[in-house]
Structure formats: C-alpha cells, structure tokens
C-alpha cells in the first residue's frame, strides 16, 4: 500500500501529526532551493550548487582550518599509521591519538580533566541523565536542541526538568528556591548558536556555588573562536580560542564544560571538560564511550594539528574573524537593521520585519549569489525570523564586500526589521 501522509485516510495518525507539527518547515523546504541541498563542489568558501556558485555564509569551520594546507598536508601520515578507522568504541580500545588530544586540550582549557565522545549530540543524550540521576534539571529556553533532548533522556531515567527564561539569573534564583531536590543541573548554551551572545556566566556560576548546584554549559559556537582576555590579544575574542568560561575569567568550579571540534575545528569531535572522578564515572555510565564507533582517524588527525595550528596561528585567525564579523555588523547598523548579535562573534542573525517574508528573502539572497542559514519558526521565536550569517575566516574580504551589497539590495526589496 502507498503511504499518502497527507491523505484523508492517513489523518490522525502518528506521521500526518509530526507532518503538520513541522508544517512552516515543511513549507519553506518546498519554497526553497537549498535546503537539503547537494553541494556538487567547492573552491574556498564558493560553493557550487547544480550550476550556481554561492558564497558560502552558512559554515561554521570558523577557523577555516577544513581549507588549511597545513591540516590537509598532515593527514595523510596519520592514515599511514593508524588506518582510516579504529573500528573500537573507546571503551574497548583508544589509539594513542585520543589520550595526546585529551592532555592538549586539557591543558588548553585549563580545566582539570576532558573525556572526548564523537559528537556533543551523544554528550547531551548521555551525561545529562548521568549528572541529572533523579534529581532536577534547570534549563535555559534557548538551550539548545540537542541539550533538550538531553534532559528528556534525563526525565525518563527520573529527573524533574525545569526550563527558565532564557539568559535570565533572577528567573533562576526563583526556581532553585521552589524546586530543592538534589543533584541540581543548569543547562545552557555558550556562545549562543542564534543569537551570537554568551551567556551572563558570572551570574548563574555565582548562583550555583551558593545554591550546590552544577552548571552544564554547551560552548559549540565559543571554543575555538573566544578565549582569555589579556593585553597581547590581536581581537576583542581574546587569546587561544580556549572558550567562553575563560573568555569571561572565570574558573570551572562547580561547572563542567562541553564543546565540539565539529565547528572552529572542522572535525568529527567533541569533549566535556570535568574533574577526573566525573570522567571516571562517565566512562562506565555514558552508552557512546562504551558502545559508538569512534572519530575516523582523520578527525582525529585534523584535531591534533588543529590544535598545534591553533598555538601558532589561531589568533591571527581569529583577528581575520573579527574583522570581517566587524564589517557586517558595522553595515547592518548603516541600513538601520536590527541583529540579536551585541557581543560581535561571528553569529550574526538577521531578523524580517515579516517573518511571512523568509521564503522570498531566502531566495532575494540566493539570486544574489549569497548562501546563509534561513532561521525559521519554531526553531527560532517568530520575532526573529529572518537568517543567520557566520563568517569563517576562509571568507576573503572581497566575498564579504559583495555579501553587504547584496544585503544592500535585501533591506530595499524586503523590509528587514529596524533597530
Ligand atoms: C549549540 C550546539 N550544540 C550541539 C550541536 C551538535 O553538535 P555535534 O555535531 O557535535 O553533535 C550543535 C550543532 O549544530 C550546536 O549548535
């Protein structure tokens, strides 16, 4: 029998449901040629789609290490060594690889210990129940996804989730008073993946330490891209790329750190930085590091010299970075259009005044040459509507120059929303 989700007999059942949950996405699917896109070649960040080259503003290898001659070059004599792939979950067998990157990158974060997982997807789904057990989950309304998803796996292994205004500490004050039951843990992005802005992190660590609460932050976005400040920065995103918990001078007690190599580090990888009884318990307790298959060797590969490119070059980068997210920023307030971005990393969401205009905007930019995240409801509240633009610093200045004249022509023929 033919499956027809939308046929009158396939009313109310579980599909035609989910179909019509999903409904504005479905839509804009249909209006729009890049989504679901294949990608048929690529020359720096043009990317050529059938046969239209766009500049590609919708990657997040901030870095552009997945274009660096000196990564490239250097993977091949890995493969020589170790194969293409491990074949063993970690549990069962760790090429030396993984202990060189978890003491670098320990080292790099200044936190007492890391444990590394394939994805941060397998970290939520994972740790949080883990850290959660049967006690209560406070989480941010912007967290991300993949965190939420993580606190549902908590609340079927018996913990409370709670969910709390987003980037707020008072709201959160409020809640740890009305909901005591221990272990508590308050989940929320870093650098945030929409909105471009970190977290008001001094506050809410301020709150835990006081409250015996632990803090789950997901810096995807921040590593590699904001680090510690001090006085020989080349930009305002500080020093090394070691994450917003030292971007913000902070420590990380009663914290524990996640990120992923998969954005600034172009590779199939992820961590959680945590005290070594933390990764003690992780390695018996969480599925993917006794179960899932592992990194390919060439992500492994791809961290390790990453993470050497990142000590000789990466705040010249990242100073590249800056200056091109600079630039946009700088144009967007000319046109008088309004982004949610006020830290000045390289996440910059660009709002419709009519959110009903997102289709025709999608396709205003590709006509011009230009490709970016459309950022579309629900997964971003309807205010916001409109499309993110992320900068790498594989981005020349010569794309970003045609980026703002095409944004130029956006804001005359659909109104994006003023300051
Ligand atoms: C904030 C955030 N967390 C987690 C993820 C998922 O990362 P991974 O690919 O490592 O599962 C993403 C990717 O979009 C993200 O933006």
């Known amino acids: 029998m033919t499956y027809s989700p939308r046929s009158g007999a396939a009313s109310g059942n579980w599909l035609a449901r989910w179909l019509s949950a999903c409904a504005d996405l479905e839509d804009l699917v249909s209006h729009h040629h890049l989504l679901d896109a294949t990608i048929e070649e690529i020359d720096g960040r043009r990317i050529r789609v059938g046969e239209r080259w766009l500049i590609d503003f919708a990657s997040c290898n901030y870095l552009g290490l997945d274009l660096d001659r000196e990564v490239i070059e250097a993977i091949p004599a890995y493969l020589d060594r170790w194969g293409t792939h491990p074949s063993w979950s970690r549990m069962l067998g760790n090429p030396a690889l993984y202990p060189q990157i978890e003491a670098r990158l320990t080292g790099l974060l200044g936190a007492p210990d890391s444990l590394l997982l394939p994805t941060l997807t397998h970290i939520h789904a994972s740790v949080i129940p883990v850290l959660a057990s049967d006690g209560t989950i406070f989480v941010d309304s912007r967290a991300h996804k993949t965190i939420w998803d993580g606190c549902v796996a908590a609340r079927g292994h018996g913990a409370t989730v709670v969910r709390y205004a987003h980037d707020d500490p008072e709201a959160l004050e409020r809640l740890l008073r009305r909901h005591p039951k221990p272990p508590r843990l308050v989940c929320m992005d870093g650098v945030n993946s929409m909105t471009g802005n970190p977290p008001r992190l001094p506050e809410f660590f301020a709150l835990a330490r006081t409250n015996d609460a632990l803090v789950y932050v997901d810096d995807a976005h921040g590593f590699g891209v904001v680090g510690e400040r001090d006085r020989s920065e080349t930009s305002p995103y500080g020093r090394r790329g070691n994450g917003v918990v030292r971007h913000l001078g902070e420590s990380y007690d009663h914290v524990v750190l996640t990120g992923g190599f998969s ?137 970003v120059t045609e980026l703002l004249a095409a944004l130029e022509r956006l804001a005359d023929a659909i109104p994006l929303r003023p300051v």
């Open 263 to 399: 954005k600034a580090y172009s590779s199939l990888l992820a961590f959680i930085a945590c005290p070594p009884e933390l990764k003690r318990l992780i390695k018996v307790t969480a599925p993917p590091y006794l179960y899932s298959g592992p990194s390919p060797v060439a992500s492994l590969a791809s961290v390790l010299v990453g993470l050497q490119v990142n000590e000789t070059r990466g705040d010249d980068l990242r100073a590249i970075l800056w200056a091109r997210t600079r630039r946009i920023l700088d144009h967007l307030e000319k046109l008088g259009a309004f982004t949610l971005n006020h830290s000045g990393f390289p996440i910059v969401e660009v709002p419709l005044a009519d959110a009903d205009d997102l289709a025709k905007a999608g396709r205003f930019l590709l006509d011009q040459g230009i490709y970016v995240t459309l950022a579309f409801y629900p997964g971003v509240p309807r205010e916001e509507v409109g499309f993110r633009i992320q900068v790498t610093a594989a981005n020349t200045d010569d794309e």
